[in-house]
């Protein structure tokens, strides 16, 4: 009787020792580090906490909901974090998933996807665009692709104040491009600089009329997809798109109040990509050497345009070119919309990126990517006592 019941109770302690295994496997998965959680690198450590406490004062300052931010070194993430909340109403923070509306930053995909294009033979930037279009309606003057992208085409500034008097029926590229087709030129191309959303959606209609496929498909299969930008995607308010921010706005009185509704897909090579602070990070690392571009569109993307009165601009193709207050040279993006903001630091010569997202469209409080950067650059790269500068934005 009694070796029996040593053989029962044997028998049963092997049947729950597998799942006793099962369970402490799971427990223990449970308790790892969540994929999308910060990243510090502890060499880095004094300069994070510097650049952390920047970035937590503009928040409170400047009343943004909620803010990621990643900054790489010679193509190692050293710091990316999640601050603040997605949705205030939920209560549900940041992550380094967080999906943002960058505005005009968006206009570097297609910039990368035109200068794929012309690596490919496809194209010729020179050329007219009427080479291309020739039904497009004529203008006083002539301009070629490279006035399109870097916006000095003749075509009119845009403004966030298009974006809420938009059209309800303009749902598509095409929709976008034939409501404003017989506007007129507003100065003489190559003459001026203005940034203009709709010189960017004309080169988006220009890929997909060459290629005969949609622009939302060449960027995932050109750009996105190769270069594994998983958590950037064009925006659409019909769709349910995982781990996307609410929108938040200021009112006619600087109150923070929920965005307005405003569809960005028509305008999708210009302004109308949601993303995140390490793939726009991930994305800009492309543009500081030959890899996945030839070094062709390297000086491209970094070598500062000149107008036809032979004034430089501070500007290339698809790119702010310039130099910060200390001399180094600086590569960006900047772009605010309805709802969200963005920001990109590129210097080339340190291999140091910076990149910030924010859910608050706001044009009164930029976010402080310089500053942030000055922190990482005085460790990797630092200049002579006597010829610092305080930054600025």
Known sequence: MMEKKITRTISAIRTIVPILVIILSFSSCNKKKP???PIYKKEF???ILDARKELATHMITSFTPGTSVSVSVDGEIVWSEGLGM????????VTRDTKFRIGSSSQLFTAFLIAKMQEEGLLDLDDSFYDYIPEFPKKDFDFTLRMLAVQTAGFPESSQSQLLQQDSQIRTLKDYISEYENDPLVYEPNTYYFRSDYSLALLGI?????????YSSLIRENILDTLRLDNTVIDNQMSIIP????AYHRDYIARLVNAPKVNLAPMAPAVGF?????DLNKAAQQIMAPGFFSQESI????EPHELSTGQQLNSSFGWLATVDRD????LGQAGSTIGGSSVIAVYPEEKVVVSICSNLGDEMDELPVLKIASHFLNQVSPLPVDTLSTPVE
């Open 299 to 302: 000086d491209l993307f970094q």
């Open 206 to 214: 220009l890929a997909e009329d060459l290629t005969k496929k949609s």
């Open 327 to 330: 001399g180094r040279k600086l």
């Open 274 to 278: 949601l993303s995140t602070a390490d």
């Open 86 to 93: 997605a949705s205030t109403e939920l209560n549900t923070p």
């Open 45 to 47: 450590k004094q300069a």
């Open 35 to 37: 994929e999308n959680g």
């Open 243 to 246: 781990n996307r921010s609410n």
